[in-house]
């Protein structure tokens, strides 16, 4: 957990958590003008200083089913580690720092033989 969780008290409890669970997922069944609030809520949940005690495997992929279906609604969200793992998450952000072009072009310079340069700009040759 991050350090501004550190020292805290453990404010809910496991049944405490299921019901907050529960509340977030019938508030986005009956009502998707509730997606934003529940993105935050469901972040609140996972920076708890107990969460991860709390959560077992029935919770976990009922938060994680949540947190995709969330995600669906078309917000940028990055995976949270306690439901899909560290290494998905490591994986996710490799595959996006890869696919990010920010319209730059690399430009190369070969030596010729003569001593000569050329520039070649990215994807000729």
Known sequence: MDNENKGKKSIYSKK?????VLDIEKKVDENNDSVLHSILALNHLLREPNTEELVDDSLKT????????????????NKPPLLFGFEAVKTEQKKESDEIDDGTKS??????????ENEIKEGEE
């Open 62 to 77: 009922r938060m994680k089913d949540l947190w995709v279906k969330l995600d669906s609604f078309g917000f940028e969200l």
């Open 107 to 116: 430009i190369v310079i070969k030596m010729q033989e003569d001593g000569s």
């Open 16 to 20: 405490e958590l299921e019901d907050f």
